[in-house]
């Protein structure tokens, strides 16, 4: 933790080492190899690849959340999944999955990404299941694991209603591989740093880390947190 900033991060020959870790995402297909020489995983929005410049080589999908599939290298790492509507997509600024930390190394497949908010985000855009029938978007995922610095992977999509999810033989978690939702701890607790952790998360063992709790299976989704919870990063 407590690491400069990821700008600073390659100039540590241990990064060459790191970013055969990093992660892919399989699907929706990215938009290109961010392990490509000039792309890095290190750059904000999409580690340097361009978009997705013909619409045929966009991944359909469904305005009700596809499937996503990344392979993770990393034993764990908060991750986040956002999307953009547009061509070019400068502001992902819906977000589908709100941060939890995906565990394991290996396949993390999510059948049905952020369902409810991106009904939210299209309806905030003024688009309904039919107006954005056919509409270019981009997803925006990322990973950040213990030296705090943020891996970015982008993929490009257009909305299609016919869009079939993945099937479940092609989306399944790793043996070990899944996802824990962080909630923070309550306004006493945070004032508190050796204050009792609200679930099980022994795990952590900083001041702030032991205010984390892991929700329930399934809630991973859902999972509320304050802004606190990036700082123990
Ligand atoms: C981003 O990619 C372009 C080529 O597409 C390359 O010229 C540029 O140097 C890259 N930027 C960085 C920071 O690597
Ligand atoms: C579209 O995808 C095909 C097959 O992967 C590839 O050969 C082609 O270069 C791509 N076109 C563009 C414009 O990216
Ligand atoms: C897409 O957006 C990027 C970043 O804003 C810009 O550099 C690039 O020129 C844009 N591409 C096109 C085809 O306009
Ligand atoms: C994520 O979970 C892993 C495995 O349980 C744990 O080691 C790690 O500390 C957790 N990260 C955070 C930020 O809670
Ligand atoms: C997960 O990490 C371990 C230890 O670094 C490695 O041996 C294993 O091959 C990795 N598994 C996958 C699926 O990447
Ligand atoms: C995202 O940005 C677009 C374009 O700027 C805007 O129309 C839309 O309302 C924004 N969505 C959200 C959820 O803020
Ligand atoms: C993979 O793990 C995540 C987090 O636990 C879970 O939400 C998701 O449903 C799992 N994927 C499959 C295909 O079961
Ligand atoms: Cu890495």
């Not at 190899?33 to 340097?48: G, M, R």
């Not at 400068?90 to 993390?108: K, R």
């Not at 399944?172 to 952790?197: F, H």
Request: hydrophobic fraction near 45%; aromatic fraction near 8%; glycine fraction near 10%.
């Amino acid at each position: 933790m407590h690491f400069s900033t990821c700008t600073f991060l390659p100039l540590f020959s241990t990064v060459i080492q790191l970013a055969s870790a990093h992660f892919t995402v399989e699907y929706p297909y990215w938009r290109g190899s961010s392990f490509a020489p000039t792309a890095s995983q290190w750059i904000f929005p999409c580690a340097n690849v361009s978009e997705t410049t013909d619409i045929n080589n966009r991944t359909a999908w469904s305005h009700e959340g596809g499937s996503l599939r990344l392979h993770a290298g990393h034993h764990w790492a908060l991750t986040y999944v956002n999307l953009g509507i547009g061509t070019n997509v400068s502001a992902f600024n819906i977000s589908l999955v709100d941060h939890f930390n995906q565990t394991g190394n290996g396949t993390f497949c999510l059948k049905e990404t952020g369902k409810a908010n991106l009904a939210a985000g299209l309806a905030a855009a003024g688009l309904d299941a039919s107006s954005a029938e056919g509409l270019e978007a981009s997803l925006q995922i990322i990973q950040i694991s213990t030296t705090g610095a943020a891996l970015y992977n982008c993929a490009d999509i257009k909305f299609s209603a016919t869009a079939a999810l993945l099937a479940d033989d092609q989306c399944t978690n790793s043996t070990a591989v899944g996802g824990v939702g962080i909630l923070n701890a309550d306004a006493t607790a945070a004032q508190s740093p050796s204050g009792t952790a609200t679930g099980g998360a022994a795990a952590t063992s900083t001041g702030a880390a032991a205010n984390l709790a892991y929700s329930s299976a399934g809630g991973v989704v859902a999972a509320a947190v304050l802004g606190a919870g990036m700082m123990i990063l």
